[in-house]
């Protein structure tokens, strides 16, 4: 039983497309988060959500918007997508807010434009 | 902002040995979490282990053990005894104990990472 998974693992698509990753987690959180990894590896945060509650990183372009039908669900929608976009984008979740409660993460999903 | 640095790209270690990856952050907050993920080759995000700054005690988790100097900014992770399954890599990460990280989402602020190779 996978707790945090994300569809699709790969998508491929060209530049100027819009298109989604789902994001399902069954640990029963109430937090979850998109991170982005980059070709070198480094992972930031984009998004969290807890409650309704959205908090966006400000370097985030506003072409990227997180839709959350249930609080199972954080799905990552992307508008006229663009090269800079390629990256390994992971779902997260996490019990609460606190600070040290551990996050969970999904296995990834390799976004490539061409 | 916080930052966390790791100034390893990259260690190899002979399998059975000790290696330590040092990480270092600056912060101005006193309550905070500092966690370890593993990431190896099927690009999963691993916790490793965790250690709050309230607590003096270094945290371990079988052969994963930290080094936690706060005073130092500093959280290094010792693996002993290394098997080649550990064979990945490692990002030391930060949490703020503030939901609104002046700017930031509140999620981990990770390092660069640290490529872990073991030698057989």
């Known amino acids: 039983d996978t707790a945090v998974s994300q569809t699709p693992k790969y998508l491929v698509t060209q530049m100027g497309n819009d298109k989604s990753i789902k994001c399902e987690q069954n640990l029963g959180h109430d937090t979850m988060y998109w991170y982005k990894q980059d070709s070198k590896k480094f992972l930031k945060i984009m998004f969290s959500y807890n409650n309704k509650e959205l908090i966006i990183n400000e370097t985030v372009p506003n072409r990227f918007s997180p839709k959350s039908p249930d609080k199972a669900h954080l799905n990552l929608h992307i508008n006229s997508l663009e090269l800079g976009d390629s990256a390994v984008y992971f779902c997260?979740?996490?019990?609460?807010?606190?600070?040290?409660?551990?996050?969970?993460f999904g296995d990834g999903t390799r976004l490539s434009i061409l | 902002a916080q930052t966390v640095t790791q100034s390893q790209p990259e260690m190899s270690v002979q399998e059975a040995e000790t290696v330590t990856l040092s990480c270092t952050y600056d912060t101005s907050e006193s309550d905070y979490y500092l966690f370890w993920y593993k990431q190896p080759p099927s690009r999963q995000m691993i916790l490793v282990i965790r250690?709050?700054?309230?607590?003096?005690q270094n945290a371990t988790e079988n052969r994963f053990s930290v080094n936690f100097q706060k005073a130092a900014k500093s959280f290094s992770l010792k693996i002993s005894d290394s098997q080649l399954g550990d064979a990945a890599m490692y990002f030391c990460?930060?949490?703020?104990?503030?939901?609104?990280?002046?700017?930031?989402?509140?999620?981990?602020?990770f390092g660069k990472g640290t490529h872990l190779i073991i030698q057989p």
């Open positions: 990460a930060y949490r703020s104990s503030e939901w609104y990280s002046g700017g930031g989402a509140d999620g981990l602020t």
């Open positions: 250690q709050e700054a309230y607590k003096q």
């Open positions: 997260a979740s996490s019990q609460g807010t606190g600070v040290g409660q551990p996050q969970h």
